[in-house]
């Protein structure tokens, strides 16, 4: 009986919170409606002129460190604008537009891949209320067919990589990965909003073939 109030209890609480969502959203999008981040056209995050006008980019390295290749969309100046209201505006929203960029770039890719977001730690998931790379990666998966995998994480809490400089960073995220299921034989890419120093897919891709992956691509929206 007690268990029953409880799962009551709960419920209610959860109920609670979804419309107080609802409720909160819509008292958002009345006061600041939507409006594109690049030219103000009413009623979307991102037009669809806007969009198109983002130059992609045939860029992919050879071998980059523990990476067999790494596959940039875009400039960093064509969507720096847009990735920090993405991340630090919580505009979960762009995260759509964001990767048709990137879907334009691996248009003729095609092979048995496995795609993997670069992971946040549990704390700053918490703090941001979701992970950048996982929503690109979720669009990305449901276009090319790819399996989407989360079996990457974070064992510690780092510094946010964009708070120190390149020395620090490249030290800053030594063995903080960590595979929860094996991957072997697996061809994974990983993907991710930016590519800065590399320390950050770097140690991603080195945790990932202890697992047993075959290859490790990066991908990336763009390169800062």
């Not at 940039?72 to 995260?95: C, M, P, R, S, W």
């Not at 030290?171 to 590399?198: H, M």
Request: charged share 25%.
């Amino acid at each position: 009986m007690f268990s029953r109030i409880v799962g009551l209890i709960v419920r209610l609480f959860v109920a609670c919170r979804l419309a107080a969502r609802s409720v909160l959203d819509l008292l958002i999008e009345f006061l600041f409606p939507l409006q594109c981040l690049g030219c103000e056209a009413e009623l979307t995050l991102m037009c669809d002129e806007c969009l198109q006008a983002i130059p992609v980019r045939d860029y992919a390295s050879g071998k980059e460190g523990e990476l067999d290749k790494l596959i940039v969309a875009t400039d960093f100046e064509a969507v720096q604008n847009y990735i920090h209201v993405f991340k630090y505006g919580f505009v979960t929203g762009l995260a759509e537009p964001l990767a048709q960029v990137i879907l334009k770039r691996i248009n003729g890719l095609e092979g048995d891949y496995i795609l993997m977001p670069v992971p946040l730690h549990a704390r700053r998931l918490r703090e941001r209320g979701f992970n950048q790379s996982e929503l690109l990666a979720v669009q990305v998966s449901r276009v090319k067919g790819w399996p989407l995998s989360t079996s990457l994480a974070r064992k510690r809490y780092t510094k946010p990589q964009a708070e120190l400089s390149r020395k620090k960073r490249l030290t800053n995220l030594k063995e903080a990965f960590y595979l929860k299921a094996p991957v072997a034989g697996r061809q994974v890419i990983l993907i991710d909003d930016v590519y800065t120093t590399g320390a950050t897919m770097n140690e991603c891709a080195r945790a990932l073939r202890s697992g047993g992956a075959a290859s490790v691509y990066g991908l990336v929206l763009a390169r800062g």
